[in-house]
Nanobody, 124 residues
Framework: QVQLVESGGGLVQAGGSLRLSCAAS????????MGWFRQAPGKEREFVAA????????EYGDSVKGRFTISRDNPKNTVYLQMNSLKPEDTAVYYC?????????????????WGQGTQVTVSS
């Protein structure tokens, strides 16, 4: 029922910032916990951040803690990922996903809808 579209990726120098957006092009995400994951070639999909349906609770992967911020604007049906102090190891395709359970989840098992991904490349 829900279709998600990520945007905002691109090429940035190390130390720079990007803001990713995840908009629901069909359906609503306002009642759902959401997450961001990333995947580099040859690597497993990695948890980045998660946010509760109302935005009051967040959690981050250890590799991005203190640098990335997840937020949401439910009237706009959109989730954001602000990425600061970017490092070359942040280079990956970034995906947003809807969690079918009302939980903060750091693994992929309970996420039932995924966007197409947006490429983030950080140069050194």
């Amino acid at each position: 029922q829900v279709q998600l579209v990520e945007s905002g990726g691109g090429l940035v120098q190390a130390g720079g910032s990007l803001r990713l957006s995840c908009a629901a092009s069909r359906g609503t995400i306002s009642n759902y916990h959401m997450g961001w994951f990333r995947q580099a070639p040859g690597k497993e999909r990695e948890f980045v951040a998660a946010i509760s349906s109302g935005g009051g609770r967040t959690e981050y992967g250890d590799s991005v803690k203190g640098r990335f911020t997840i937020s949401r604007d439910n009237p706009k049906n959109t989730v954001y990922l602000q990425m600061n102090s970017l490092k070359p190891e942040d280079t990956a395709v970034y995906y947003c996903a809807k969690n079918r359970h009302n939980i903060i989840a750091t693994t992929t098992g309970t996420y039932d809808h995924w966007g197409q991904g947006t490429q983030v490349t950080v140069s050194s």
